[in-house]
Structure formats: structure tokens, C-alpha cells
């Protein structure tokens, strides 16, 4: 009995904690652009990209405050812009899974940190103190 009133306690603890980190985020939008090219340094487009906002609810459940896609342009730009909602606790920035088919198989995915392209894994999180601004993430695919 006490074990299960420590772990209720323990839930409840976390969930107010979680509760606690709500903060009124900026009322400008938050912008995540750049450009995608190949190993060449040609231009790519038609690839799609995803910013989306997760709010964490309890430990274990959490649930999409928002998902923007944009597709890159014919010189490879794109652009995903949106004003992120008080309740979301993290911004997540991808190149869609939508493109699995066409890019995931054949080529592997760099982007641009600082001078270099380094091996870009799934997803970057925007960190807090970039909502309501621009942030620049440039890309390049490499065929495998």
C-alpha cells in the first residue's frame, strides 16, 4: 500500500512539474529555412520537411500541438514557419518520412555545421531560446 502511494505521489510530483514549465512563448512565429543540394551541390527539390511541436502530458503521453510541412523549391529552398502554441515543451525539425521511398534508400543525409556538411541522424530539436526567430539549417544528400 505505502509503495503504491510513494508511486502516485512520485506521478503526481511529475506531472505538476511538467504543469510547472508551461511559459508564454513569443508572439512572433518561429522560422526554420534553407537549402537541400546534392553531392554536387545541385539544387534539390520536391523534398518535404516537418517542424512540429510536442506537448508532454505525463511521463509517458504526449501529443502533437502542431506539424507544418513545406516542400523545396526548384533551387532547393524551403521554408516552415509557424507561431508555436503556449503548449508545447519541445519543437522537433525533420526531413519528412513522406520522402522515405524516393531519398532515404538511396542517398545519405548531411547538414551544414558551421563550414562542413556532418551526418545528419533523424531530427534536430529547436532549442527554447530560437522560438520566435529564424533558424538556418542547410542540407546536403550524398547518393549511397
Known sequence: MKRRQFFNSLMTF?????AGCKEKLPSTPTIVTGKIVDENNQPMSGIIFELYGIDQTGILKQRETFNIKSESDKDGKYEVSVLIPNTTNWVTFRISPM????????YQTFYLNGLIYEPFQDKVEIQREKYGKTTTINFQL???
Do not use: D, G, P, Q
Open 14 to 18: 511529475h506531472i505538476v512539474a511538467l
Open 99 to 106: 520522402n522515405t521511398l524516393r531519398i532515404f534508400n538511396n
Open 142 to 144: 550524398r547518393k549511397i
